[in-house]
């Protein structure tokens, strides 16, 4: 097992001990050891990224992934402060949260998309989870979006169009696309769980603690086969 294979799963194995040791009170020590997990667990991936790289060439596509997990620790710490900020400013936190994630995302594809060329033909499943998002609205589960609706459309099919750019690299034969297309997967199920933590109803949102989950465990294990993807970059 070498040092990117190690430094992945340690980053998984401390989110995932997070998620599964309840807090012994609610409050302020909860929130703090929880924005304290998924700092260290980011901080881990991104060293997981740069081992995948020591000794090798640097690249183009090799540092826009790398820079690609900067950005997203980056959007880690904005939502990890997410609970700590007053009422009124939750939304501007969680904005500056996701505007990191959606230039990651960006800078996924174009890695992507410098390996191996855009299957066309899959070009209509970069419209999954936009049509998923405007069926949630529409049946009322995504009930507070208000003025996110489109900004949160638009997120959606770019993290789609990432997912289809994984397909594509499996497709062409490329060896990094055993892993980032399902990242990319655990990518999409984790962003639909944060909007609906944070936008659904409140019969949605009375199951925190399970979205939670799904939001953490599938990001940390994308963010993890993103960087065994980069060994193979």
């Not at 789609?160 to 594509?168: A, C, F, P, R």
Request: aromatic share 12%; hydrophobic share 60%.
């Amino acid at each position: 097992m070498n040092l990117t294979m190690i430094l992945a799963t340690l980053s998984v194995l401390c989110i995932l001990v997070r998620v599964l040791v309840p807090d012994k009170k609610p409050g302020g020590d909860g929130a703090s050891a929880g924005f304290a997990s998924k700092v260290i667990s980011s901080l881990l991936f991104c060293l997981a990224g740069l081992a995948a790289v020591l000794g090798r060439e640097v690249t183009l596509p090799r540092a826009g992934m790398l820079a690609a997990f900067l950005l997203a620790l980056l959007g880690d710490i904005f939502l990890g402060l997410h609970p700590f900020t007053h009422k009124k400013h939750k939304n501007y936190f969680f904005l500056l949260g996701t505007v990191p994630f959606l230039f990651a995302q960006l800078l996924y594809i174009a890695v992507f998309l410098s390996l191996v060329p855009f299957h066309w033909a899959l070009a209509p499943l970069a419209l999954l989870l936009p049509v998923l998002y405007l069926l949630l609205i529409q049946r009322g589960v995504l009930a507070y979006l208000c003025e996110n609706t489109l900004p949160i459309l638009v997120y959606g099919l770019i993290v789609s169009i990432m997912v289809v750019s994984g397909v594509s690299l499996l497709v062409a034969g490329h060896p990094a696309g055993f892993w980032a297309l399902p990242a990319g997967l655990l990518f999409a199920l984790s962003d639909t769980s944060l909007f609906l933590f944070n936008f659904g109803s409140d019969r949605v949102r009375a199951h925190g603690k399970g979205l939670t989950a799904l939001v953490m465990l599938p990001y940390y294990a994308a963010q993890a086969l993103f960087a065994l993807a980069l060994l193979q970059i």
